[in-house]
């Protein structure tokens, strides 16, 4: 695999790697930002979104699976007891609805803000494409989910086991297509594991086994690759909608990357102490851009503010 932008309209190389000598982000790491109640702690965590009010939601292996945070990481409240069982990807839509993915029931629950179900997608406990009766459409080890321009969703499934594909539903949770598979041609995948969608409503799909990030249409029609060596995980767009941040896994690395894949900064390293992670899995900024990145290994999000 190279390092080169395929199908690009730039042609301009991506540097991808990890190890690349790229800038500095120029962020620091903000020690202990999450108050807890004595005796609660978080468990492995895989997922962190925020709200419009900048409340701050992680997304743990622990008792307490899904719990809320104010702007400045004061404890709030915990929501969905007894939801999940391996829970993976969070995202907070326009509306402030909480969507979570779950890789062990096979399950899409959206909450609205106060943490009441109001849609389950999937079929709890079955790995599968449909439902017996074929009225619904199941997930194997459903990962991520984007949001459309239209309120349709695009889900990435396939996180070792359940076969690797993109998944679209309207806004009112009905099937429409699917495409991917799995492999290392355009348009497969090995583990999809995370998604985003920009301003033109071009989907950005974290290929993480494939060591890249592949670009579609919205109808799933490849448009372009970039290669990422390592395990790519998390994908969070930013604010200005023309430059996505992510969250680089096991090399524990934080990068910048322009819509190309071309990686125009980094910060973050591998290990226990600050701005260091086990598995740099998923992140989320606020509206200052200060980053929260949830470490599935070291059991933390932490928040790197800028210098």
Known sequence: MTNTVAASATGQSAR????????DLGYIPVPDVFTLPQGMNFGAC????LNSKGHIFVLNRGIHALMEF???GHYIRTLAHDVFTRPHGLRIDGEDNIWATDVGSHIVVKMNPQGRILMVLGVRNLA??????????????PNDLAFGPGGELFITQGHGKGESRVLKFDAGGNFIKTWGGEGSAPGQFKVPHSIVIDASGLLYVADR???RIQVFDGEGSFVRESSHPGTPCGLCMCHDQRH???AHGHAGKIMKLDLNGNVLGA???QGKGPNQYGEAHFLA?????????ADTLNWRVQKLIRK
């Open 16 to 23: 991808g790697s990890p190890d690349a000598a790229v800038p």
């Open 46 to 49: 895989s997922g962190v979104a």
């Open 70 to 72: 104010d702007g400045e």
């Open 128 to 141: 599968g494409e449909w439902h017996q009766a074929g009225h619904l459409r199941a997930f194997n080890e």
């Open 209 to 211: 086994s494939n060591q």
């Open 244 to 246: 996505i941040m992510m």
């Open 267 to 269: 910060t973050g390293g």
């Open 285 to 293: 900024l606020d509206a200052k851009e200060d980053i929260y990145v």
